[in-house]
């Protein structure tokens, strides 16, 4: 039976050594170290809301940031794989996004083989690469999907954080067959993707960061609103605010959101009514979609598959858009969408 206490205290006592008892020995404190960092306990919520903890957080990032950004500008990518070598996650993270830019996905692969000690970041690596080249395609073979994702979330029980963000994020979005159909399944499958988010987060792996702190901004399944752990993870991932960030410029305008709801609350795209009110010549805060964003907002999002349906919906919405405008009769299709279904909101 794997006793998070006893694994913390087998990883201090390989790592240096008990005289007349053990020597120290590093392949099993590393060992010890990656069981631990699954099985270790989520910060607590009253101690992270704390300032004095948020600063010491932020202390921690840049120390883990500059020498990664540093690399990046100069190219030196022996440098972040050294030290990805030495825990750094932030160093996973960029290596991550330099690789998987590269287009020929052979020869990345090529690249990489050999490059790092310790096979559980190569073998993520290779696996999401190929996870992306088959989800990407037109037509999607959910078999190998499948598969690359299942060596993804094998990868995570070894404890490398870019597989644990990557597991915790599609148990929470019931992505890949990692839940039954049923309720208590879907949930069970949720829970354990907010542990694996935290245990991520934990290590300042900030995918994870972002993800429990959009998760408690909006209340979605299976998180309750919490606007105090929202914005401590959000403010994290402010922090890495380098190269033009995706998820810290999303934390930022959340965060501003939070700062501003007044401001705030007119946005946010429903993209086929804001169509058809545009055509309508209706302002962007119209009752109807103040109505619609609500709905979303207050009720959709709470429910077990609303993050899932506002997804899909974010995602085929603006294509529906696209070729209703290309059409010479675009202005009485969103007529017939307004008596159809707006009219009477």
Known sequence: MLFPPALEYACELYKSGKPGIILSNKELFTKYKNLNSIYQYPVKPSLIVANSFVNSQISKIKKLREP??????????????????????????????????????????????????????????????????????????????QIFADKIMDIAKKGNMSAVYRTGYWKM??????????????????????????????????????????????????????????????????????????????????????????????????FITSAVCQSFGKPDDCYELTSFRSFRDNWLSKQEDGAGLIKEYYKIAPVIVKNIDSKSNSAEIYNNIWNSYLKNV
């Open 173 to 270: 979005e019931h992505m890949n067959n990692t839940c039954g159909e049923d309720k208590d399944s879907r949930l069970r499958a949720a829970q354990e993707g907010v542990r694996l988010l935290t245990i991520a987060a934990n290590h300042l792996y900030h995918p994870a960061l972002y993800a429990l702190g959009y998760n408690y901004y909006k209340g979605y399944y299976p998180l309750k609103e919490d606007k105090k752990l929202a914005k401590y993870y959000l403010t994290l991932t402010a922090a890495f605010d380098a190269h033009d960030d995706w998820f810290a410029k999303k934390a930022k305008e959340i965060l501003s959101k939070m700062e501003n709801p007044q401001q705030s609350s007119a946005t946010g795209g429903c």
């Open 68 to 145: 990664i950004d540093v690399a990046v500008n100069n190219n030196d990518y022996d440098y972040i794989i050294q030290e990805i070598e030495n825990g750094n996650v932030y160093a996973e993270y960029v290596f991550e996004r330099y690789f998987l830019k590269k287009n020929n996905l052979k020869n990345s692969i090529e690249d990489i083989t050999g490059k790092f000690k310790h096979k559980d970041f190569t073998d993520y690596l290779i696996a999401f690469a190929y996870y992306k080249h088959y989800d990407e395609q037109e037509n999607t073979d959910k078999e190998k999907i």
